[in-house]
């Protein structure tokens, strides 16, 4: 979404649907550039670049939902990147990895949040009713600015947003299936 005034972000709202409909393990991996990743408050991990652009993941707070950083792992092999950007051998780097254990199917809701310089604001993510079939995000940033998000949990259903100024709305949406949230 580009809301303006450096609010710039992505909603992610991931199913995992396996076909048995038995209890599974899941875990959502985001493999980050860099040396270093902080963990700055509850399920949101960052990229720790000390100038420069970095980026928030935040994870909406579902219960049992575990967020940790894997970096240079040996068993099982996690946190590596290839020989490339100068770096003349495999070398260690940081994967954000939420985790969380249940039936099928699961529902996971995810805000990325790039910044220009320093850290990424602490966003509050809380789920809203969308109605019977839907997920539903409410995004709050720390000045209060609210944005609400909704989608459906079967494919082709259509997508809503809410809380984006008029003319970005109209911008950005036009000629597709996005309206406001009721």
């Known amino acids: 979404m580009k809301a303006g005034e450096g609010r710039d972000f992505w909603v992610l709202l991931d199913t995992a649907a396996p076909m048995d409909g038995e209890s599974h393990a899941f875990e959502l991996l985001f493999h ?11 399920n949101c991990v960052a990229t720790a670049f ?5 980026l928030g993941i935040y994870a909406l707070d579902t219960p049992g939902l575990e967020t940790e950083i894997v970096k240079g792992q040996e ?3 996690q946190g590596w990147l290839p020989e490339r950007h100068g770096v003349p051998i495999m070398h260690p780097a940081p994967v954000a990895v939420y985790r969380q254990s249940g039936d099928a199917p699961r529902h996971f809701c995810f805000v990325l949040c790039p910044v220009a310089e320093g850290a990424p604001p602490r966003l509050e993510l809380n789920a809203v009713n969308a109605g019977e079939d839907r997920l539903g995000l409410e995004v709050v940033f720390p000045d209060g600015a609210r944005y609400r998000f909704a989608a459906p949990v079967t494919p082709h259903d259509e997508e809503v947003v809410e809380g984006l100024p008029a003319d970005v709305a109209a911008e950005r949406f036009a000629g597709s ?6």
Not at 32 to 42: I, M, R, T, V
Not at 50 to 54: D, L, Q, R, S, V
């Open 50 to 54: 000390e100038t420069g652009a970095n």
């Open 32 to 42: 980050l550039a860099g040396e270093n990743a902080a963990q700055p408050h509850a």
């Open 177 to 182: 299936a996005w309206e406001p949230l009721r």
């Open 75 to 77: 068993d099982p092999v």
